[in-house]
């Protein structure tokens, strides 16, 4: 007999597709677990630096900026990576965030630089990667406004000086791949111009740039009155011993006024400035090569000569992330270094005591910026960290990368771009482990009824 034979349709309805109140329950709660589980990444997005974003081998031979590329008054974190990305990171209401992404440039790319490169107020990001390619990129719109496609690899060299004094800047682009043959390049260009105007290739038919022209500068070094391109290059590739220079060479007339002696090791870090106020300019490099040792050495022309005026002890390997500033406004520069260990360095400028030493944050801390990207007036340490995909031998290897923010004074750290929670992990984890559980839960249950209702059907029958 059909019980439901005398009632409404409408009522009908509701009997024939009714579920068990546990069973609306439980989807009650894989609802709420799902809204648990996506919730923390809901509030996160616009504070999302997640490592998956940064890619690897981050800030790499300096490729880390800090400069306000968009005029918007905030200074923006800049850094290159291995897989060929540029990305921005702005620091807005006590958090940092994901300002830009550029798009896909060529591997490896660690030349970068920011500044005027045209006649409008904007300032330009330059942008050179491992295929050789530099790009103009708009700070503003972002858009690529000039590139050069014809160097060879490795564009990673990058300056902005107005050589001829005309007001405007000219660019510099040192390139030369991972190469123990002589094959490094310098090239200049003037702006918007399609080609080179000039470039230095060799010194004489027997006299070539060594590679890896990573780090250099265009300054009246001995007060001669005429300018000096000052570069470090490296030279070895293998299992061998490190060889490095450093080169001051006659802008004029393209003669080498004085090359250093064989540091170990490639020249990766170059600053020159004057660091105690005395009026005479240092030069400051830092270099390195795979797992031997490391150093900083100081040079001034002084005398009638270049003369080293310190080489620190062995802060290798790999002492290739530097930056140079009063950190502390003491009204002294410090000079502070990353290398592949791990570890951040700071000795005074004057005294060249080692002020501090970081903890270990990290393989691979090969680039160094300073600058204020909180907007709190105080100068903070910007270092770049990880190795990068790709390689796994002596030379590098992949950890997740990420970008720390120190205080320059205090040497607190303040923040840790691309840190992962792991408490928040396990507690997602953890969801999605009751999600699991509750679908089991709600799959047997439906066998059960699906099961009631046979036999049902068939006792019916």
């Given at each position: ?45 616009s504070a999302d630096v997640s490592p998956d974003l940064f890619g690897s081998g981050i800030g790499r031979f300096n490729s880390i900026i800090c400069e306000d590329v968009d005029g918007d008054g905030i200074n923006e974190i800049l850094f290159g990576s291995y897989e060929g990305y540029v990305v921005a990171v702005e620091f807005r209401e006590g958090e940092y965030f994901l300002d830009w992404k550029s798009p896909k440039f060529g591997t490896r790319c660690w030349g970068l630089i920011a500044g005027q490169f045209d006649s409008d107020p904007a300032v330009e990001i330059i942008i050179g990667d491992g295929d050789g390619v530099v790009r103009a990129i708009d700070g503003k ?321």
């Open positions: 007999m059909d019980r439901c034979k005398d009632l409404p349709n409408s009522v009908k309805s509701k009997r024939a597709y009714s579920l068990p109140r546990t069973f609306l329950s439980t989807i009650s709660v894989v609802i709420i677990l799902m809204l648990l589980l996506f919730l923390p990444l809901v509030f996160s997005v719109t972002k858009e690529i406004e000039w590139k050069f496609v014809e160097l060879v690899r490795d564009a990673h060299g990058l300056l902005l000086h107005d050589l001829d004094d005309d007001g405007s800047n000219e660019l510099v682009v040192g390139t030369g791949y991972k190469t123990d043959e002589g094959w490094g390049t310098v090239y200049f260009f003037n702006q918007k111009e399609e080609k080179p105007y000039d470039k230095i290739e060799r010194l004489d038919p027997d006299l070539t740039l060594h590679s890896r022209l990573r780090e250099f500068d265009i300054v009246d070094i001995d007060s001669d009155g005429s300018k000096e391109l000052i570069l470090g290059c490296g030279v070895s590739l293998g299992d061998i011993g490190g060889e490095g220079y450093v080169r001051v060479i006659d802008f004029e007339n393209k003669k080498e006024e004085w090359i250093s002696p064989d540091l170990g090791g490639c020249i990766e870090g170059l600053k020159v400035l004057d660091l105690n106020d005395d009026g005479n300019l240092e030069i400051i490099v830092t270099n390195g090569y795979r797992y031997r040792e490391g150093f900083c050495y100081i040079y001034r022309y002084q005398e009638g000569e270049f003369q080293r005026i310190w080489k620190s002890p062995n802060i290798g390997p790999k002492a290739y992330g530097l930056d140079v500033g009063d950190i502390d406004d003491d009204g002294v520069n410090e000079i502070v270094i990353g290398n592949l260990a791990g570890y951040v360095y700071v000795f005074d400028g004057i005294t060249h005591r080692e002020e501090w030493r970081s903890e270990n944050l990290g393989r691979d801390i090969l680039g160094i910026a300073l600058g204020d990207p909180d907007g709190d007036g105080d100068t903070e340490i910007i270092a770049g960290q990880g190795g990068y995909i790709g390689k796994g031998d002596f030379t590098s290897g992949y950890v997740t990368p990420h970008v720390y923010v120190i205080d320059g004074k205090s040497h607190k750290i303040e923040a840790v771009l691309g840190d992962v929670d792991e408490f928040l992990q396990w507690v997602q984890v953890g969801i999605l482990i009751a999600i699991v559980v509750t679908l089991v839960e709600i799959s047997i249950m439906v066998r059960i009824k699906t099961g009631k209702k046979t036999i049902s059907k068939s006792g019916g029958q």
